[in-house]
């Protein structure tokens, strides 16, 4: 079912120094980056732009994908598919925490590739190499400035596995052998058609405002609980 919309929930759980978490509606697009979705006259309400991606804002995002990958030394060979959920551009804004890559060769899975975004309009691309992951399975030491109540220390557990049929995804950030803080995405798809896409848009007209007021507000709340600020690198 591709394209699909997501109808998804994302909830953000801190357990170190103090238990915190809260959870939010989100609503996420699976695309082919070959083919993305369309909607004449309707575009305002769902596009994806290079420049909201890894890459050169100038090229397809297939192609920085692609560049990714082969610097990396995967080939996805001569039937390549690569398959991104994220959150649209909407009314010309975007806010995406998480966008999610993953890169088929003749319908196995290669590669998995986690682009975060922080609200500080910085991106970091982890990659997870198939061959030795587990169903986009891994741990890897993060690398980023997320949040400014968390160093850029410690490793995160990726478990991001492709949604078959239900998304399941979640995020664990470790340090000295506890887990801080969790994120995780879940939902349930349905087809990207034009019905579709006016339900979405009656349900969240502009996905990016209340995912970033809502970062924000308990990023607020945090910071008047005492939570140590920690300054970007």
């Known amino acids: 079912m591709i394209p699909a919309i997501y109808f998804a929930k994302t909830t953000h759980l801190r357990k170190d120094p103090f238990q915190h978490g809260f959870t939010y509606s989100t609503i996420h697009w699976l695309v082919d980056v070959e083919e993305l979705p369309t909607f004449p006259g309707f575009n305002f309400l769902v596009k994806f732009k290079p420049s909201d991606h890894l890459g050169d804002p100038n090229k397809p995002i297939a192609e920085n994908v692609r560049t990714l990958l082969s610097e990396r030394g995967i080939d996805l060979g001569s039937s390549p598919q690569i398959l991104m959920l994220s959150m649209p551009r909407s009314f010309g804004l975007v806010f995406n925490p ?70 399941k995804l979640k995020i664990t950030l470790k340090r000295e052998g506890r887990e801080d803080f969790t994120a995780s995405l879940y939902g349930s798809g349905v087809p990207a058609n034009f019905p579709n896409l006016i339900r979405s848009a009656a349900k969240q007209l502009i996905p990016a405002i209340p995912v970033w007021i809502r970062i924000r507000k308990h990023g607020v709340w945090l910071w008047a609980k005492g939570l140590k600020v920690v300054s970007r690198p």
């Open 98 to 167: 998480l966008s999610v890559f993953w890169c088929f060769n003749n319908g196995t899975l290669k590669a998995t590739i986690a682009e975060v975004h922080n609200t500080y309009g910085g991106e970091h691309a982890y990659f997870i190499d198939n061959s030795t992951g587990e169903a986009g399975r891994i741990v890897l030491p993060k690398a980023f400035y997320v949040s400014p109540f968390n160093e850029v220390e410690g490793s995160y557990e990726l478990n991001l596995p492709f949604p078959a049929p239900d998304l």
